[in-house]
């Protein structure tokens, strides 16, 4: 008969959550060309998640992925105000980049695993997940799916027409701010499973080809969730054979799939 | 009803400075009133102001209403080169955001019909289902106007819509909205007034301050336009209707 090991499971699961939030948060994340705000975001949550691991290692035990979370929120928020108050958004994102990265590389520098939290921060591994993560995972993507179905609506028109949305008492700083927190809340998801370097790779990549192969924004959704599953189960299967991270893989394939989508004319 | 739209000692502040100071006038309800003003003129700000979207001092009035309460019937058309172009939307999405926006979910099956009217009336029904990016910027343009008046507005208010079109363009938004003056109030800020002259009822001269207001043959003089940019600005005549000459107009003819 044929069974799967738990590792595997929750890798498969993980990678499904990981392609819902590619779908949702990152279509939107492209749309609103907000890609880099995601890179300086994945290293915000880094450091979060570092400073979940020390206090649970010498402290108190939390949960890291709520720390990364609560750093991925401030972070996202802060961007939002300094976007408000008409500041060059790439220069905010920029410091909170460095200021995360900072703070990031402090925190792990005091953990005396100091090598291997960071590895797994950074890679992260889809076969290594407890059903712990798998929870929290799950429990976020369906707080992003409940915002995303309430708010999808004015945050596409704030997105696409601002002065528009603004007409109708929409105030697109808010959606704009939601969106970024929508952003934090995805990274996170994603951190846990491909680590803060390929957070890009599965959320950004898969929606941007999408956006190639097809002119929907329906399209754009549907394509966007399976390039990333496709990434991603490919990632974890030929990890099982070869003892690479799944998320090298993962991030090759979901890559390979935008060169594809060049050649669409 | 009232039957006005009427601005009395309208000021309005950015960071404490003055953008708008004393801005008095009052149109009738169906007619058409366009803004006109050099850059930082505070054009836009007025617009905002209208439809109650910045804080202001003085009083304003749609049809008996303070802006707020008056976005039901208050229509927006947007700058066309201010949209992000990185969203694939067919046309049938455009036109329905507006209505969209104000569900959390489904819509009426009226909604859609009216939508439909409001494209069929621009006459682009034919594309309802038509990616937006594909179609032409004159399209565009249509589209938007069809998206305003999807809503069934009594005012439309429109910033700067002849912005980055061509002439052709230019004269297909004003024929469209020719035949909606009888019964729309028609606000529009342009710098080009001469595809306008023949369908605009009042003419605002903005600059921070109210330079002019009445109509189009009393304020569009060379005394007034050198008052507004601070430059000569030839205006020719013709019988009852008069043009501006200029670097970013053209003569009408």
Redo the contacts between chains.
């Keep these: 008969m044929f069974t799967i090991n738990i590792w595997v499971l929750r890798g498969i699961i993980a990678v499904f959550l990981i392609a819902i939030v590619a779908a949702t948060v990152g279509s939107f994340s492209?749309?609103?060309?907000s890609t880099f705000f995601v890179s300086g975001i994945a290293h915000g949550s880094l450091a979060g998640a570092a400073l979940g691991i020390y206090l649970t290692l010498y402290l108190f035990p939390v949960n890291p992925f709520f720390t990364a979370i609560l750093f991925s929120i401030f972070f996202a928020v802060a961007i939002g105000i300094a976007s408000h108050r008409k500041e060059d958004v790439d220069v905010a994102i920029g410091i909170m980049f460095s200021f995360s990265m900072s703070l990031a590389i402090l925190f792990l520098a005091m953990i005396k695993e100091y090598a291997s939290v960071a590895w797994g921060l950074i890679i992260g591994d889809l076969l290594l997940l407890s059903s712990e993560d798998i929870i929290w995972m799950l429990t976020t993507v369906l707080l992003i799916l409940l915002f995303f179905?309430?708010f999808r609506?004015?945050l596409?028109?704030s997105?696409?027409?601002?002065?528009?949305?603004?007409?109708?008492?929409?105030n697109p700083y808010i959606y704009e701010t939601l969106l970024f927190i929508l952003i934090a809340l995805g990274v996170v998801v994603l951190l846990k499973g491909v680590g803060a370097i390929l957070v890009y790779a599965l959320l950004i990549v898969p929606a941007a080809a999408a956006?190639r192969f097809?002119?929907?924004?329906e399209?754009?959704l549907v394509l966007s969730f399976f390039i990333s599953l496709i990434a991603g189960l490919g990632g974890i299967l030929l990890s099982i054979f070869t003892s690479v991270a799944p998320s090298a893989y993962a991030g090759l394939i979901a890559t390979f799939i935008y060169f594809l989508s060049l050649l669409k004319k | 009803m009232s039957k006005y739209i009427e601005v009395k000692n309208l000021s309005v502040r950015y960071n404490g400075t003055p953008t708008l100071k004393n801005i008095n006038f009052r149109i009738e309800h169906p007619s058409f009133l366009v803004i006109m003003g050099p850059n930082g003129a505070g054009k836009t700000t007025l617009l905002k102001a209208i439809?109650g979207?910045v804080p202001y001092e003085g009083d304003i009035r749609i049809l008996g209403k303070a802006p707020?309460e008056a976005?039901n019937f208050?229509g927006?058309m947007?700058?066309r080169d201010?949209?992000?172009t990185?969203?694939?939307?067919?046309v049938r999405?455009?036109v329905l955001?507006?209505l969209?926006?104000?569900?959390?979910?489904g819509i009426s099956r009226e909604e859609v019909e009216q939508a439909k009217r409001a494209l069929r009336f621009v006459g682009l029904e034919k594309l309802w289902n038509r990616?937006f990016?594909?179609l032409s910027g004159g399209q565009q343009q249509r589209v938007f106007l069809a998206?305003t008046l999807a809503m069934d507005p009594q005012v439309i208010?429109l910033?700067e819509p002849f912005s980055a079109t061509d002439v052709a363009t230019k004269m297909k938004v004003v024929s469209l909205l020719h035949r909606l003056k009888s019964t729309k109030t028609i606000i529009l800020v342009t710098h080009d007034i001469n595809p306008l002259v023949e369908c605009t009822d009042k003419v605002l001269l903005l600059n921070r301050e109210m330079i002019a207001f009445g109509r189009t043959i009393e304020v569009i003089t060379e005394e007034n336009m050198e008052l507004l940019y601070g430059a000569r600005v030839p205006v020719i005549r013709q019988r009852d209707v008069c043009y501006l000459v200029g670097s970013d107009t053209h003569v009408h003819h």
């Design positions: 492209v749309f609103q060309r179905l309430l609506r004015r596409l028109f997105i696409f027409d601002p002065d528009g949305a603004e007409s109708m008492g929409i956006k097809t002119a929907t924004l399209g754009t | 439809m979207l707020k976005r208050m927006y947007p700058q201010r949209i992000n990185n969203v694939p939307l067919r999405d455009v955001m507006p969209l926006s104000r569900r959390k979910f990616n990016l594909s998206r208010v910033d």
